[in-house]
Structures are given as C-alpha cells and as structure tokens.
C-alpha cells in the first residue's frame, strides 16, 4: 500500500471516529441551533466540513431519527423578508435555495401548507 493510500485511510478513520464521538454527544440533546435551514444538504457531509453538520444541525442532517418530535401545525404562510419580489426569479424554484426561500419567503413563493379536509373530517 502506498504512503498516499495510508495516509487517506487514515484520515478517514480519524474523520469517522470524530463523527462517532460528536454523533453521541448531540444524540443526548437532538437540537438544532438557529439558521441550520439555510445551508445545503452539504454541510452535513463529514468529509467535506468534518463534524460541523453534525454538532450544530443534527436534525436538519437527519440523525435525529426517532428522537425527535414531529409537529403538525406548518410554519406561518408569511415572508420573513420585506423584499422578496425584489430577489431573482429562481429564488423560488431554485435547490440551492430551497431551504431558505422556505423560511424567508414562503408566501411570496407559494411554498406555504394547505390541508385539506373532506366533509367527512368534520364532526357535527
């Protein structure tokens, strides 16, 4: 085996043995802090940003699991950002973007949960 190859292996066991010890840290406290929504799906890759994903957005990361609590109520159908129709068009339908137009321009975007209900949900 090559110095190179070792060198890598060895690398990612030190990677996977961080990832490992910070994952049963945050498991304690599944919690994400403020503005995890905002990032890609790529931050929580522990190769590329080691174990940042995974202390500060473990459940925007999906390693929460069965952990965590779902709610039914949506997020308010409102834009948190004044100017909204000011961003580019592909603000909205963008995937680079997904995240954030969910929480900053929701209505502005059509991005807002209805539900439906038929008569039969409704008691007399």
């Not at 929504?37 to 957005?57: F, L, M, Q, T």
């Amino acid at each position: 085996m090559s110095v190179y190859v070792y060198k890598m292996l060895k690398n990612v066991v030190i990677w996977f043995v961080l990832a490992v010890a910070s994952l049963k840290s945050v498991l304690a406290v599944c919690v994400d802090k403020e503005g995890c929504e905002n990032y890609d799906r790529e931050a929580c890759s522990v190769i590329k940003y080691g174990d940042w994903g995974i202390k500060n957005c473990p459940v925007f990361c999906g390693l929460c699991g069965g952990l965590t609590t779902s709610t039914t109520t949506p997020p308010p159908c409102v834009d948190l950002e004044p100017d909204c129709e000011s961003y580019q068009d592909d603000t909205c339908t963008n995937p680079s973007y997904k995240h954030w137009a969910e929480s900053h321009c929701r209505k502005f975007c059509k991005l807002c949960v209805i539900k439906h209900i038929s008569a039969r949900d409704i008691q007399p």
